[in-house]
């Protein structure tokens, strides 16, 4: 980040809390705009309660109705900034199929095959999704600059588990998967050193 102490920024990455899609394991990515379901925002609010996440300074989000709704619950009374680009990965042909309505086709197991390294058919492909994802990245750290007055900084971000896994897997090394988070997770991280790989360092995990 440009012009702030890049060590006393902490960053909150969250996933939504579920949708219906999610409860029945469905694709549910950049095409589908469902909100959270009743057991979703049930499990938000407990986590609300709880305490779970630490309160934050400023809040970005996804574009998708799942995500301004679990930052509403959240932190009520914040309004997010949005990032179109933390918008989750297009699943293209899959979309809304899970896995025993894929299980026959042909393309979903040259998909499963390469370790989801092909493009969805019709639809995007991982490194797209990831350099996507990394340009809203780069957005949301230059608002953080113009907009920082304190010297200690926590940044919320409520977006998908693609776009997690995106980001992580970009700025702390490892492998995409390493970083899959359920719903109404997510992580901690400092911020320090240098952009690229070990960018971010990971404090906890909600």
């Known amino acids: 980040m440009r012009d702030c102490d890049e060590n006393k920024i902490k960053l909150v990455l969250i996933r939504h809390a579920q949708t219906q899609s999610n409860l029945e394991r469905r694709y549910c990515g950049s095409r589908t705009d469902e909100d959270i379901c009743d057991e979703g925002r049930k499990k938000a609010l407990g986590k609300k309660e709880e305490k779970v996440f630490p309160d934050v300074d400023l809040l970005f ?31 293209g042909d899959f979309t809304e199929k899970n896995y025993e309505e894929l299980n026959d086709n042909p393309a979903y197991g040259r998909w499963i095959k390469s370790n989801g390294t092909l493009p969805f058919p019709n639809g995007e492909s991982r490194e797209d999704f990831i350099k996507r994802t990394m340009c809203g990245f ?52 400092s911020i320090s050193g240098k952009e690229g790989t070990g960018y971010l360092k990971i404090t906890d995990r909600f």
């Open 61 to 91: 989000s996804s574009p998708k109705k799942r995500c301004l709704s679990t930052a509403e619950i959240l932190y009520p009374g914040m309004i997010p900034e949005i990032i179109p680009e933390f918008d989750e990965i297009d699943f």
């Open 138 to 189: 780069e957005k949301m750290m230059e608002l953080i600059s113009e907009r920082k007055e304190k010297k200690c900084i926590r940044i919320g971000v409520i977006t998908h588990g693609g776009s997690i896994m995106a980001i992580l897997s970009s700025l702390c090394g490892g492998d995409y998967f390493d970083y899959q988070v359920g719903n109404v997770c997510g992580y901690e991280c």
